[in-house]
């Protein structure tokens, strides 16, 4: 099956910093990658995808880039928010008919202002 | 378009009880999905129900069971908790049910368990 390795956190950052959290993933074929966000006290709500290799998902001024050679779909912003502040998490859905996603461990982000 | 609603958002149960947990998917998606959400394990994959079929299930004990009705609402159930059943518990809808095609899920809030 599928694994997804997250980088550790905590994350600080001062408002306005630039973030990078890293992700990469084992699989057999090509899975979809997302990158989900979760606020205190509330489920996961999707930032962004990509399908397939080279694909680059963005949402919020969030992004990531499927990268097959690597392995990787790292997650960047140029100026974070105070409003950023959340767990990320990486997750790589599986192929073939079942619908199942794989997560990384979650990166607590904090933002300071 | 109403999101993913999960029911209840809170409980609390006794050791050897058992619960249910009941979950509306996006109206049109036909696939659910489960995920027990803890500090120690993270998220992890339990089960998914399409077309009132179980396609797919993750490594959990029998007493994890669910299912899916026609109109593709989802209950699960665990029964004789243990205190390690403790956890957030997350359903997520899907609208794609074909294999070739890319999806996204789309989860709930959750419904936070607690065992005593």
């Known amino acids: 099956g599928n694994s997804v390795t997250q980088m550790e956190g905590p994350v600080t950052l001062s408002e306005e910093a630039f973030l990078t959290i890293n992700c990469t993933y084992t699989?057999?074929?090509?899975?979809?990658l997302f990158w989900y966000v979760q606020y205190p006290g509330e489920g996961l709500q999707l930032l962004l995808k990509a399908t397939k290799a080279d694909d680059k998902g963005s949402n919020k001024g969030f992004e990531a880039t499927y990268r097959k050679e690597t392995t990787s779909f790292h997650l960047e912003k140029g100026s974070v928010q105070v409003s950023d502040s959340a767990v990320y998490f990486c997750?790589?859905?599986?192929?073939?008919?079942?619908?199942?996603?794989?997560f990384g461990s979650g990166t607590q982000l904090t933002v300071l202002p | 378009k109403a999101g993913v609603t999960q029911t209840p958002r809170y409980l609390i149960k006794t050791r050897g009880q058992q619960v249910t947990l009941s979950c509306s998917p996006i109206s049109g998606h036909r696939s659910v999905s489960w995920y027990q959400q803890t500090p120690g394990q993270g998220l992890q994959f339990l089960f998914e129900?399409?077309?009132?079929?179980?396609?797919n299930k993750g490594n959990f004990p029998g007493r994890f069971s669910g299912r899916q009705f026609s109109n593709s609402r989802s209950e699960m159930n665990v029964s004789t908790l243990e205190l390690g059943d403790s956890a957030l518990y997350l359903c997520a809808s899907s609208l794609s049910g074909s294999g070739t095609q890319p999806y996204e899920q789309y989860f709930g809030p959750g419904t936070r368990l607690t065992v005593t």
């Open positions: 997750a790589a859905g599986s192929s073939g008919s079942a619908r199942q996603l794989t």
């Open positions: 699989a057999t074929g090509y899975p979809s």
């Open positions: 129900y399409f077309s009132e079929t179980q396609r």
